[in-house]
């Protein structure tokens, strides 16, 4: 029974948010240039696309669920495995609106130290997964 | 809501650029969203059961008092499995922390929360393979523990 009533809620805020995501999603496919993504994010395009995708997790919308399709899409569009794994951490770490929840409610010291500590540990790791599974993964 | 007016506006100003482009990525975005579909169900179903599973209090009794590196062991692992959107998570962390809960605590709650996703890793599964979610998710974890002990140290929480 509470189960239920928990999935109806679940599946109504889901409902709200999941058709728009992916609509926003197919339309930036649509608009964003393969060789745009490649200069900035692809192999050897240097340590400013991991600016780039740091910028690009903050501004994404929603939950891991949405974070994923978009990461995907940048890899299909030919960015590096490192820098698609530096997205996913990023959109995880510092998504704005999460922030601004977190920092209302935790208070700004708590924001502060999560970022100093996760953002290089994210851009860290990333270099090393990528480099590690690159030759290892299914062509995308 | 506001996110539903973004997409309207999104869709709008797109349509006034390209005709062409939009319906293109209309059509894709709705094929990928009928794509995730059947994964999304599986884990909407497999939440809302836990969630109902676990009764209310006993979250709150058994992260605050007692050993509190095992409390956040424990957010880590609620973190993992937990799917709920932040402005349920930081409210609730809110909460926590006026109940006495540590700061260490909930910074292993929050941050495996956003980063660590057992629940949805069949969809992570599905667009880069169990090799890639299996060590991403992994490096999230250790990741996450480390913010949880950064957090202890900041705010001197390490020591009893």
Known sequence: MKTGRLLAKNLGEMAAILPCAFILIGLFEAWVKRETVEKHLGEGAGWKSYLWVILLGGITLGPMLVALPVASALWKKGAALSVVTAYLGASAVCRIPMTIFEASYLGVPFTLVRYATAIPLVLLSSVGVGRALRDRMLPP | ?160
Do not use: C, H, W
């Open chain 2, 1 to 160: 809501m506001e996110f539903l007016l973004v997409t309207l506006a999104v869709i709008v100003l797109s349509f006034a650029a390209d005709k062409g482009k939009t319906l293109a990525g209309l059509k894709g975005g709705i094929r990928k969203f009928l794509n995730i579909l059947p994964a999304l169900m599986v884990m909407l179903i497999l939440a809302s059961l836990a969630l109902a599973l676990v009764p209310e209090d006993l979250i709150s009794r058994s992260l605050s008092g007692g050993n509190r590196y095992l409390a956040a062991l424990l957010g880590l692992a609620g973190g993992s499995l937990a799917v709920m959107p932040g402005f349920i998570a930081f409210p609730l962390g809110g909460i926590l922390r006026n109940q006495g809960v540590p700061y260490m605590v909930i910074a292993a709650f929050t941050s495996s929360l956003m980063m660590v996703g057992i629940l949805t890793f069949p969809v992570e599964k599905q667009f880069f393979g169990t090799r890639f979610a299996l060590v991403r998710n992994l490096v999230s974890l250790i990741i996450s523990a480390l913010v949880a002990l950064a957090m202890g140290l900041v705010f001197g929480e390490l020591l009893p």
